[in-house]
């Protein structure tokens, strides 16, 4: 491990005796572009969630129930040693009695995340020091370039609202408050609020800059001027530019008798650095995008509704061919994934994926986010199965749908536990909520047949849905924990439904739709499904189904028929109509 010994070496070299790093970048975003890979860099990592602490002879990575066995598989344990990402503030506690210098890279953690450390070591011999420069940086030969995509806008008739008047609103929130700036470093935040976007985060829409917004006036935009010289007419009213690497000498020059507003959970330690060092008073303000970007207006929805048809017509294409059409033996993960994308990129308004496609045939279906490499591909096999996760960014909206499908016949273990995610999966379609739920109080729901007989599932039950943004989006989530992350549901927000079950070194298996969460009255939301492509009967049990699953699955296949068949040919008119007909 050559990245591991350079970076200890540097260690040894510098007096530092623990180096934490998370795998993100300055913006603290969960997709990020190559140049900010670093944990993958050390450890070889590839998971979108991850964190490692390095000591000058030991090393350990950190990584949730959805990456254990990747990380088990891309790791070397002879240098690092894995650990569930629920251990880490743990292993941090270990430290308390010893007299240790710990350095970390202040923009690459937030204020709240910092605070919650320099609370751990108080009163200990722990001395946190902040570094001027990132030693993977250092040490990183050929490390990827900076992105440098072009801007573009992002029309009205997709957004559905005006630059404009999102911008006023935000301003009278800030007046109401009596914030007098307030720093936005969230990029899908930004993207959303100006109607731009970008390329420089694959398969993310977004643009890397920066913005101050006072509570009068226009914008203060930090951004590469080159990047968005094409839309400069546009913008010219809503903001002024500056450069990009400008923004902190911006902020030391603001009055200091100003209050500056920013999210602490979202906003890198770097900044709280600046301000305090410019005298300026910080109000941590929750990111005041978050709730008006996550609830979608008519225009989003309309549109995240027909994204997700053709989505669906796709999907069911595909499914065709995988059940009807495919060569068995002369196929394999990542020719099966390009089949997808190559029926996908015909579609109208489409401009990438949303993410690698999870293609996972077999024992790869039981790592919930594997993603297919060269060395890694399978090939397909008869009485197996595969399970396919995927979804596009097209202008009119975000998808992500996945199927898992029986290549044959399936046996009574991969049916059993299918029947059970797919239970779950109608549980959370189904259900009605009042208003101010938060996802934790509906996540069980989705695990009570696989709770039965003793199974479950490490990740979370659902996530937001950004429309043409992040196909994670927060605050909305269905999931077991409890946290100030855990955004209420509201009325015009996204969510993902997607329970599963893994069988490690055999199969796996998750089924995901798309959901709009829409009022039934004043005090009552319900889920509207927006998601169509067939759910595989090959792997269903319909004796574990009581009357109102099936009823369900029925009154989903029927639509799923109506929407889809008019856009198939003969061939697909007719497998389609078969594998929906009532159970």
């Not at 500056?260 to 301000?275: A, L, Q, V």
């Not at 490490?458 to 196909?471: C, E, K, M, P």
Request: proline share 2%.
């Amino acid at each position: 491990m050559l990245s591991l010994k350079k970076i200890q070496n540097w260690m040894k070299k510098n007096t530092k005796d623990i180096f934490i790093i998370n795998r993100t970048d300055e913006f603290l975003s969960e997709y990020i572009a190559p140049y900010a890979e670093r944990l993958k860099w050390i450890s070889k990592f590839s998971g979108s969630a991850g964190r490692a602490i390095i000591e000058q002879d030991k090393a350990y990575v950190f990584v949730d129930g959805r990456y254990t066995n990747q990380a088990n598989e891309e790791v070397d344990t002879n240098y690092f040693e894995i650990k569930h990402l629920q251990d880490y503030w743990f292993h941090l506690q270990e430290y308390k009695k010893e007299n240790k210098i710990l350095v970390l890279d202040e923009s690459l953690h937030s204020i709240s995340e910092v605070e919650r450390i320099k609370n751990i070591y108080n009163h200990s011999k722990i001395t946190l020091e902040f570094l001027d420069k990132n030693p993977i940086d250092l040490n990183w030969e050929n490390q990827p370039l900076y992105p440098n995509s072009i801007a573009f806008l992002h029309e009205e008739k997709y957004s559905g609202e005006a630059s404009q008047d999102k911008i006023a609103k935000l301003q009278q929130t800030l007046q109401l408050t009596f914030i007098d700036y307030y720093l936005l470093s969230s990029l899908d935040s930004i993207a959303w609020l100006l109607n731009i976007r970008g390329n420089d985060i694959k398969h993310t829409p977004l643009l890397y800059c920066y913005v101050v917004i006072p509570s009068h006036g226009k914008i203060q935009l930090f951004v590469n001027k080159k990047k968005i010289a094409s839309l400069i007419n546009y913008l010219e009213s809503l903001v002024d530019t500056h450069l990009f690497e400008s923004i902190g000498q911006y902020i030391k020059f603001l009055d200091n008798k100003k209050i500056i507003g920013m999210d602490e959970k979202e906003t890198s330690y770097r900044f709280k650095n600046i301000c305090l060092k410019a005298g300026l008073t910080i109000n941590n303000f929750e990111n005041p995008c978050v709730y008006p970007k996550a609830i979608k207006n008519s225009v989003e929805l309309e549109g995240a509704k027909n994204a997700n048809l053709r989505d669906g017509v796709s999907m069911s294409k595909f499914l065709y061919w995988l059940k009807n059409k495919m060569d068995v033996h002369n196929t394999d993960e990542i020719k099966a994934a390009d089949y997808l994308y190559n029926l996908r990129k015909k579609n109208d308004l489409f401009h990438s994926l949303s993410f690698d496609t999870i293609s996972a045939f077999d024992l790869h279906a039981a790592l919930p986010h594997y993603r297919v490499t060269e060395e890694s591909n399978l090939s397909f096999k008869k009485n197996s199965i595969y399970l396919v996760d995927s979804g596009a960014q097209y202008k009119d909206g975000t998808t992500d749908i996945t199927r898992t499908i029986i290549i044959g016949d399936a046996n009574y273990e991969q049916k059993d536990r299918f029947t059970r995610v797919l239970k779950g999966h109608i549980a959370i379609a189904e259900v009605q909520f009042d208003i101010n739920t938060k996802g934790s109080q509906i996540d069980s729901l989705a695990r009570i047949s696989l709770n039965k007989i003793g199974c479950d599932y490490d990740h979370g039950t659902g996530h937001g849905i950004g429309s043409f943004l992040s196909v994670h989006e927060g605050p909305q989530r269905i999931s077991k924990s409890q946290g100030q992350s855990d955004g209420i549901i509201k009325e015009g927000m996204i969510l993902s439904n997607e329970p599963g079950y893994y069988e490690e070194g055999k199969f796996g298996i998750r089924i995901e739709n798309l959901l709009i969460c829409c009022s039934k009255n004043l005090n009552s939301l319900y889920f509207e499904n927006i998601s169509w492509a067939p759910i595989d009967r090959d792997l269903i049990d319909i004796s574990l189904l009581d009357e109102t699953e099936i009823e369900w699955i029925n009154k989903y296949h029927q639509k799923v028929n109506d929407n889809i068949s008019p856009y198939l040919v003969t061939g697909e008119k007719e497998w389609l109509y078969k594998v929906t007909l009532p159970l």
